[in-house]
């Protein structure tokens, strides 16, 4: 259904003043605010569509959860909560992308990597093609300057190791790999 259809029977509803019987057997209109549907059962098969409508095709619309409380309130079906809906009907028929809820922005998947890489695999990527004393060298500068991973970084590049290759050997790992793999599937 759509809600042009849902606008169309929306407006053949009948809308009457309460009315009072009296033992005489004559009827009066009671004097109220609001007006009640004439055919109760039809209005309330009609509410639940309005509330299908709106859950599969305007969800993100800012008037959303003010539509979905109007169908789904347990106060007395009345004139002035169908004259809302109908409002809210009308204005996303003439206009129903023009007030779409704010959207969240998705952050990217994240995936926690454990420590569980073959530590030998990347230890081998690092010092491939370092002597001794370079290595040495290596392990002295991070034994006294256990934070600076930069400056690692940097006497480990001055020694002629590429960076390339070790961010490629690592990334080549059984478990960064298959992480990477499930990432972007």
């Known amino acids: 259904m759509t809600i042009t259809e849902l606008i169309t029977i ?5 809308w009457n003043y309460p009315q009072m019987k009296f033992a005489d057997g004559t009827v009066s209109d009671i004097v109220s605010e ?3 549907v004439s055919n109760r059962q039809e ?3 009609w509410l639940y569509k309005v509330k299908r409508l709106f859950q599969k095709e305007y969800s993100t619309d800012i008037m ?3 539509i979905f409380e109007l169908t789904s309130s347990h106060e007395s079906i009345t004139y002035s909560r169908h004259f809302r809906i109908m409002g809210i009907l009308d204005s996303v028929e003439d206009e129903p ?3 779409n809820k704010p959207v969240q922005k998705e952050s990217a998947p994240t995936v926690e990597v454990t420590n569980n890489i073959n530590i030998g695999i990347t230890l ?3 010092t491939e093609g370092l002597t001794s004393e370079q290595l040495k060298d290596l392990k ?3 034994q006294s300057n256990p934070q600076d991973k930069e400056g690692f970084m ?3 590049l001055s020694y002629g190791v590429d960076a390339t290759t070790i961010l490629a050997n690592v990334l080549g790992t059984e478990p960064i790999w298959n992480t990477i793999k499930n990432l972007l599937s």
Not at 10 to 14: A, I, L, S, V
Request: aromatic share 16%; proline share 0%; charged share 35%.
């Open 10 to 14: 929306g407006n053949t509803f009948e």
């Open 34 to 36: 609001d007006k009640v």
């Open 43 to 45: 209005y309330i098969s």
């Open 64 to 66: 959303f959860d003010e």
């Open 97 to 99: 992308d023009l007030c």
């Open 124 to 126: 081998s990527s690092i």
């Open 140 to 142: 002295d500068y991070i």
């Open 154 to 156: 940097k006497k480990l």
